[in-house]
């Protein structure tokens, strides 16, 4: 059986909420995949009679599409959608019978209006996290708009064109053959790298706010939410909703929720402050912070500006680079940042880790259990992760550990193929032959778009008091961008709730 007991009955009741015919033209072969397909097929038509299932020639074997009776959607899936995408299966289902997608309708008439062919393919893993993201979105995209199509192709099931294609991360996304982005990405987000955003003019005339809240992490959410809490005017805006969580895999420290994913955890933030009345402004990013007489006016890259009464900062923290030849040219053909995203793409290859703290330390257990062999080049003479983490990697058969190693180039041709590093001990140069290289020297915070408008250290994290307070009246800061030793998801919705209530003490008292 390709469904188990427990999938079978979550299953039963979505396709329950069918509400029309759907077709399912399906090419298949002999070889195994193409089986565990075909069952997958005949399941589905055993338990839904609004499923029908025909064969049909495609462009790929084993593939089926998703099609209304008498009209193509476009939406087609290359390989067996189990794991993760099982949940766009379904999803493509309940869309392509008729529900409405759980998508904003400001989006939903922006897809349905965008114009010009549109063809995606886009590659995909089972095991990625962020991969169902972007096939929905896509997948939502082909079912509005019938000048749009979408196919997902499984990279383990179609191999050869994975490496044709030098996908070395997922997902990929192509567009008419040409290559149009990597990584997570919402219906928002693909729509405004196809041009249509919301006009900088829908930003002009908005009312001043009395907290407004810049960046939209988990400190975001949680300082608008008790914000809006109090029944004060709240906004956020802010680049990418979910922030660094967007980018983590498995959560396990969320005190109450015992696991959870990263993607999941974000949707659940967005869904949650999308419950009170929050304005909020996502795809924008702040560029200058000034403090004027009645209101903190924040410019946006849009050339609108905000006002607002009282301001919190929560514009968190990204990947730190390493800098040297070859990381950017190499980014996503071998150079990656995000072990549990695009640790199965190096299956039985060999890896190197650079950086020996906790991160690093912790990827490169991780990727031990994927790949061939993991080197850890540490700058340092020793590494700085915590002593049970680097007893569990020196426990492991294929990792190997080098300090004082200072890497200066990433080298490859199509890809990633080697790494060059001085070692400082001896002041000799180095290289070692391998397939990609993942980057774990910590993080920056985002903080440089505000140059002196508030007080920032060393580092370039906001110096807040105990309240969240910065130098500058009604502004607060919280989370990764601030100077908090601890960066953590539970740490940073603790300082966003403590910035917000702070900032309703200000407001009431000015
Ligand atoms: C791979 C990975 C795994 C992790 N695992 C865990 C874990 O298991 N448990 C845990 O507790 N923590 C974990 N963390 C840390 C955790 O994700 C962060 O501590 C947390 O997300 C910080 O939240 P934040 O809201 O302060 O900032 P962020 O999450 O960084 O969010 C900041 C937001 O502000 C936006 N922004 C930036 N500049 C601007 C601008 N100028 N204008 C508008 N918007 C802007 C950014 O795009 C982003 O959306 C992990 C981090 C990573 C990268």
């Not at 930003?203 to 988990?218: C, I, Q, R, T, W």
């Not at 906004?235 to 909703?241: N, P, T």
């Not at 695009?342 to 790949?371: Q, R, Y």
Request: hydrophobic residues 40%; aromatic residues 6%.
């Amino acid at each position: 059986m390709i469904l188990d007991a427990d999938l079978k009955a979550q299953l039963a009741q979505y396709l329950e909420l069918m509400e029309g015919d759907v077709l399912l033209k399906v090419s298949a072969g002999s070889d195994e995949a193409s089986r565990d397909m075909m069952e997958l097929m005949d399941e589905l038509a055993s338990m839904s009679s609004h499923i029908k299932v025909e064969t049909a020639e495609l462009e790929r074997t084993p593939s089926f599409s998703v099609n209304r009776i008498g009209e193509d959607t476009g939406i087609t899936f290359a390989g067996v959608p189990l794991g993760h995408e099982f949940t766009s299966l379904v999803l493509a289902l309940l869309h392509v019978s008729g529900r409405t997608p759980k998508e904003d309708q400001k989006l939903m008439d922006q897809a349905k209006n965008l114009e010009g062919e549109h063809h995606f393919v886009s590659y995909v893993s089972l095991s990625c996290q962020n991969c169902p993201v972007v096939v929905q979105a896509l997948n939502v995209l082909s079912v509005l708009n019938p000048n749009v199509t979408h196919t997902m192709i499984d990279g383990a099931t179609f191999k050869e064109e994975a490496e044709a294609n030098n996908i070395m991360a997922v997902p990929t996304v192509f567009l008419n053959g040409e290559s149009f982005g990597s990584g997570r990405m919402t219906l928002e987000e693909i729509l405004a790298k196809l041009g249509s955003t919301p006009d900088a003019s829908e930003f002009e005339n908005k009312d001043p706010y009395d907290v407004l809240v810049v960046g939209g992490g988990p400190a975001s959410a949680s300082a608008a939410i008790y914000a809006a809490r109090k029944g004060i005017r709240t906004g956020i805006v802010s680049e990418r909703i979910g922030g660094q969580v967007n980018d983590t895999a498995g959560i396990e420290n969320f005190i109450s929720v015992k696991r959870t994913e990263g993607p999941k955890f974000a949707a659940d933030l967005e869904e949650h402050v999308k419950d009170y009345d929050i304005d909020v402004m996502n795809l924008q990013r702040a560029k200058q912070l000034e403090r004027k007489q009645d209101f903190v006016d924040i410019e946006l890259e849009n050339g609108a500006t905000l006002q607002s009464k009282s301001v919190i900062l929560a514009t968190g923290a990204r990947w730190r680079q390493l800098g040297v030849p070859g990381e950017e040219e190499f980014r996503n053909k071998g150079v990656a940042y995000c072990p549990h995203c695009d640790g199965p793409m190096f299956e039985g290859k060999h890896v190197a880790v650079i950086g020996g703290g906790n991160s690093g330390i912790e990827a490169a257990i991780d990727l031990a259990g994927i790949v061939k062999h993991v080197t850890v080049l540490e700058f340092s003479p020793e590494l700085k992760a915590d002593s049970v983490l680097q007893e569990r990697l020196n426990s492991l058969p294929n990792t190997t550990v080098v300090t004082n190693a200072k890497t200066t180039e990433i080298t490859g041709d199509d890809n990633v193929n080697g790494i060059t590093y001085i070692d400082r001990e001896s002041e000799t140069e180095q290289h070692i032959e391998l397939d990609g290289v993942f980057v774990q020297i910590g993080l920056l915070p985002n903080t440089d778009w505000l140059g002196n408008a508030v007080e920032r250290n060393k580092f370039g994290e906001i110096v807040i008091d105990r309240n969240g307070a910065t130098n500058v009246p009604g502004v607060f800061a919280a989370g990764d961008c601030t100077d908090d030793r601890n960066k953590q998801i539970i740490i940073s919705m603790g300082s966003g709730a403590n910035a917000a209530l702070n900032a309703f003490d200000y407001l009431i008292r000015n």
